[in-house]
């Protein structure tokens, strides 16, 4: 059936459910291939987003600066040689505009429309114990009777929208990042305000800065930050990359952040002078390379984040040579490690603060107190005024974007509420007493901290497929993870999070940056290879813990 529309060409809900062997939230880079694989299984499947258009996170991320921060050549599908090198992309890094062509052109190549149904949000879903089966309901009042459910909703596509007391009242246009609107936005002659200089409010910043009449950037946490290189590529550079395929496929799904490189040096093993020299070329490379390649003792001995950590520090102090800019932008000794929060990359991002018409103002001490009628006022009293607003005030990520959905298992349990408590998965994948459903990108699996994004997604939503080819096979139509099953992933995640340095700061790494979530380091620490490999084991032994019937 033909059921991708825009919001205004939507037809009317048929009456009565529609039945389903698979119902899949999210039509991003997950959601695209698990529908592409359960059609091959000749399974009957419907892809449902809020979204007028596929591309999930690359759909709603259209804020100015938005690009990949993986290298193009590795942000791909590698399950097909012919679809990967029917794409040519333009440069190391492509901004928003190409990417969100790029995943047009795999849903077209694949002919995914005709079972995506867009601007349609996923209200609730109920599982029916007597029947095996889940009854899911749209904000659109379609309804659906599926065998399993599947979120593909993405770990950071839960915005954190309403973060000060009094946005309502704001006489301009404040907006979340994630929420960018579609239209032109004409700033030449505005005082805009940013809050937040996460990796998105660094892209914002460096783009507009020569765009605004006026830019004030509100402060809280000072980054960590490496320079992007971005070559342009021409037909020699295609060819380069697109004859490592095989390598490529080989390769990625089993380095320990999935991407290209890998951790291939010893800090014990080097003199100062050999690890210096490894740091300035990595340094140079232009990319994430630093964070994901270099000395993986960053991670776990506090001496050694240290030296790495004061490595970055004096690269931006030379960069910036404003001692009041430094004290605001430049992370202290002691306050967190490099590598422990998500490391953005930038062009020339430091250097926009050199700027007349750009302003650095902390927030640490003085918080912003709330958004008043002509801008921001902070506790002490101070008032900026501004005619926009920009929100890079991040994401509930891993669960934000479930629980925002009125998800209910096995006896009315409520996902919403039982996360509220502890968020604990099964491999990220499943969670006990929510049978026939599985997740992506969700809590304790491999994600958007230390994941390339597609190496993972394509690991995860290919597991999932095997699970289900599993149970049709051996005629069993429910699923669910033992509470032992799901106890022993919970136990060996936390015991690999926590001998780590990312466990002990604050972030949204743990979820700290939401009021009352349970913290828990979010995404699996322990390496794609070896998450690949604990999961494959899972598959190969009958998917044991996994209770089928």
Request: proline share 5%; net charge negative; aromatic share 10%.
């Amino acid at each position: 059936m033909d059921t991708a529309f825009a919001t205004s060409e939507r037809p009317a809900p048929q009456a009565g459910p529609v039945v389903l062997d698979a119902l899949i939230i999210g039509a991003g880079v997950a959601g695209l291939y698990q529908l592409h694989q359960l059609r091959k299984e000749g399974m009957k499947v419907l892809a449902v987003d809020a979204a007028t258009d596929v591309g999930g996170t690359w759909y709603w991320n259209r804020y100015p600066g938005a690009k990949f921060d993986s290298e193009s050549y590795i942000y791909q599908y590698l399950f097909d040689e012919e679809l990967y090198k029917g794409w040519t992309w333009s440069e190391r890094f492509p901004a928003q505009p190409e990417i969100e062509r790029w995943m047009h052109y795999i849903t077209d190549r694949l002919d995914l429309r005709r079972d995506i149904l867009l601007a349609t949000k996923v209200t609730s879903a109920e599982y029916d114990a007597a029947r095996g089966r889940w009854s899911v309901r749209t904000d659109r009042g379609d309804t659906f009777d599926t065998q399993f459910l599947i979120g593909c909703c993405g770990m950071l596509s839960a915005p954190l929208e309403n973060r000060f007391p009094g946005q309502e009242s704001f006489k301009g246009r404040i907006f979340h990042t994630a929420r960018w609107p579609r239209e032109a936005l004409e700033l030449s002659d505005k005082r805009v305000g940013v809050v937040g200089i996460g990796a998105t409010g660094i892209q914002v910043i460096q783009t507009i800065a020569d765009k605004v009449k006026d830019l004030t950037v509100f402060i809280r946490t000072p980054q960590y930050v490496l320079p992007m290189k971005n070559p342009k590529y021409g037909p020699e550079e295609e060819k380069a990359y697109k004859a490592r395929f095989d390598e490529l496929k080989q390769n990625l799904p089993r380095t320990f952040t999935g991407f290209e490189y890998d951790f291939v040096h010893t800090w014990a093993d080097l003199s100062p002078e050999e690890r210096r020299a490894v740091l300035e070329e990595i340094h140079g490379d232009g990319s994430l390379k630093l964070w994901l390649a270099s000395f993986a003792e960053m991670f776990f001995d506090e001496a050694v984040s240290e030296q790495i950590s004061e490595f970055v520090r004096e690269k931006m102090r030379a960069r910036l040579k404003d001692p009041a800019l430094i004290d605001v932008l430049v992370p202290k000794p002691g306050d967190y490690g490099f590598g422990t929060h998500r490391v953005p990359l930038e062009t020339n991002y430091l250097e926009v603060y050199l700027r007349p018409n750009v302003h650095a103002v902390s927030v640490r001490d003085n918080p912003i107190a709330e958004v008043v009628p002509e801008g921001i006022r902070l506790a002490d009293g101070t008032v900026y005024p501004l005619d926009v607003i920009i929100l890079a005030t991040g994401f509930d990520a891993g669960s934000g974007a479930l629980t925002r959905i009125d998800i209910r298992g096995k006896d009315g349990h409520s996902l919403k509420e039982d996360w509220g408590r502890d968020i604990r998965t099964a491999l990220g994948m499943m969670v006990h007493g929510y049978p026939n459903m599985f997740i992506t990108a969700a809590p304790l699996a491999p994600s958007a901290a230390l994941c390339n994004m597609t190496t993972c997604l394509q690991q995860q939503t290919e597991w999932i497929t095997g699970c289900i080819r599993h149970m049709r096979a051996h005629n069993r139509s429910v699923a669910e993870p033992s509470a032992e099953f799901e106890d022993w992933w919970v136990q060996h995640h936390d015991e690999t999070a926590n001998a780590n340095l990312i466990s002990r700061t604050n972030s949204w790494y743990v979820g700290s940056n939401v009021p009352g979530k349970p913290r828990r380091v979010l995404s699996y620490t322990g390496g794609v290879g070896t998450y690949r490999q604990k999961c494959d084991e899972v598959a190969a032994g009958g998917y044991a813990g996994v209770e089928m019937q």
